[in-house]
């Protein structure tokens, strides 16, 4: 009796999972029919998502909600908001130039302006534009307000400099539930860097750099160490340091931090394929966890240890995950702590200053006139103009007013290498490019 039971039950459970896969073949087949019936121009995967929201969904494009460790709240479809922001703009607002988006060869440069960065930002840009043999993509998340403003000027260079460039302007978008304090977090709007890889999600790689960044030689060759890179390298920075007795972080720190004297993220080369696919070892679980789910953690975790920002954040993802961070050396992110005290920077003195960092605002105030001097040089030069006479002698002549400091008595350092990036630039304007 049990067993004619037992062969009923089966019986009955083949013939049910048989009717459960009949119906699911059913409306398959009408599914491709009826899409079949909308022809060739209908909508499908992630743009098919797109029309079926409305286009308010997100609320705010600058700062979207998005929340990857809760269940939504009612009224929020299950689609990513934040994701679907970065989309939406992109297809539909985003103010883009250009079709060097994935063309092979072209080099990625990403920058976040926010408040009274803007012609710092764009002076920054025109040093990468002049100088840069490759293609170039700008990547230039910023605030709503100064959006116009970068399209007028970078439109204007195009037609004055015939170098290729293209760029992308972004809103700031943050992690809705806590986009007021990672906007805060040490400058504004300078965490936006942590979210690149998130946003960014069909680029291989980038160059990020802050505001306050002056290339004084082609961009393509820094960009060359991606070449360098091992297969666990994820990342590329600078020491903060290169002289402990006045290193902060082996001083001050409340946390951890990579290496002796811990890295400076103004400059910083980013796998972005890499990072995306990246498990992290962390001490707050023995699971390692992916970018995304490590940093809203990893800051609530250390909010009230860290001074420097998204930088000491990145100081202890890669004190745990050391083999996964590329060291260039100080020439590539040359600060004021790398002369202010006595030159400290063996490298800059070898081959010259090849990535300056104004850090500490020193463009714009007289404590480190050299820094000053080169800052106003790249920005008071007119695209066509002989580089020599408009750039080169006007930047010398300042230099030698800064011999009373420490960094002005190696100014020497300042136009090394820039002088070879000037002879280059030369040739273009003579070439009428």
């Given at each position: 009796m049990r067993r004619h039971l037992r062969a009923a039950l089966l019986c009955s459970a083949f013939v049910l999972l048989l009717l459960l896969y009949v119906f699911n073949q059913i409306a398959g087949a009408e599914e491709e029919e009826a899409e079949e019936a909308q022809g060739a121009s209908a909508p499908r995967g992630r743009e098919r998502d797109r029309e079926a929201f409305p286009s308010n969904r997100c609320k705010d494009v600058s700062v979207s909600f998005w929340n990857p460790y809760w269940m939504l709240p009612t009224g929020v479809c299950a689609v990513n908001c934040f994701w679907e922001s970065a989309f939406r703009y992109e297809v539909g607002r985003l103010r883009s130039r250009g079709s060097l988006e994935n063309s092979p060869g072209t080099m990625h440069l990403a920058v976040v302006a926010c408040g009274e960065r803007l012609e710092e930002t764009l002076t920054m840009l025109k040093s990468a534009v002049l100088f840069s043999q490759k293609p170039l993509r700008f990547h230039i998340f910023a605030e709503d307000e100064l959006h116009d403003k970068f399209n007028s000027s970078l439109e204007n260079w195009k037609k004055e400099f015939h170098q290729k460039f293209s760029h992308t302007i972004y809103p700031i978008t943050f992690p809705g539930n806590t986009a007021a304090v990672w906007k805060k977090l040490f400058k504004p709007c300078a965490s936006q860097r942590l979210f690149l890889p998130l946003i960014l999600k069909n680029l291989d790689s980038l160059l990020y750099v802050d505001t306050d960044v002056l290339f004084l030689s082609p961009m393509d060759d820094i960009w060359a160490f991606f070449e360098d890179f091992n297969q666990t390298q994820i990342g590329g920075m600078a020491p903060e340091h290169e002289e402990r007795r006045i290193g902060w972080y082996n001083r001050f720190a409340r946390h951890p931090y990579y290496g002796k004297t811990g890295v400076n993220s103004g400059v910083m080369l980013m796998n972005m394929t890499r990072i995306r696919k990246k498990y992290f070892?962390?001490?707050?679980?023995?699971?390692?966890?992916?970018?995304?789910?490590?940093?809203?953690?990893?800051?609530?975790?250390?909010?009230?240890?860290?001074?420097?920002?998204?930088?000491?954040?990145?100081?202890?993802?890669?004190?745990?995950?050391?083999?996964?961070?590329?060291?260039?050396?100080?020439?590539?992110?040359?600060?004021?702590?790398?002369?202010?005290?006595?030159?400290?920077?063996?490298?800059?003195?070898?081959?010259?200053?090849?990535?300056?960092?104004?850090?500490?605002?020193?463009?714009?105030?007289?404590?480190?006139?050299?820094?000053?001097?080169?800052?106003?040089?790249?920005?008071?030069?007119?695209?066509?103009?002989?580089?020599?006479?408009?750039?080169?002698?006007?930047?010398?002549?300042?230099?030698?007013?800064?011999?009373?400091?420490?960094?002005?008595?190696?100014?020497?350092?300042?136009?090394?290498?820039l002088k070879k990036s000037i002879r280059t630039l030369q040739g273009k304007v003579s070439r009428g490019r």
């Open positions: 070892k962390n001490d707050m679980t023995t699971a390692r966890l992916k970018w995304e789910d490590l940093l809203l953690p990893l800051f609530k975790k250390y909010k009230l240890n860290i001074t420097w920002g998204d930088q000491d954040l990145l100081n202890i993802i890669f004190y745990y995950n050391p083999e996964s961070l590329f060291i260039f050396p100080c020439q590539w992110n040359y600060r004021p702590d790398h002369c202010m005290y006595g030159s400290n920077c063996m490298g800059a003195e070898d081959e010259g200053i090849i990535v300056l960092h104004g850090n500490r605002g020193v463009y714009h105030d007289e404590k480190q006139p050299a820094f000053r001097a080169v800052y106003k040089a790249i920005k008071n030069y007119p695209f066509g103009e002989d580089p020599i006479n408009s750039l080169l002698y006007p930047l010398e002549k300042e230099l030698q007013k800064t011999t009373n400091t420490y960094c002005g008595r190696i100014h020497h350092v300042f136009t090394q290498r």
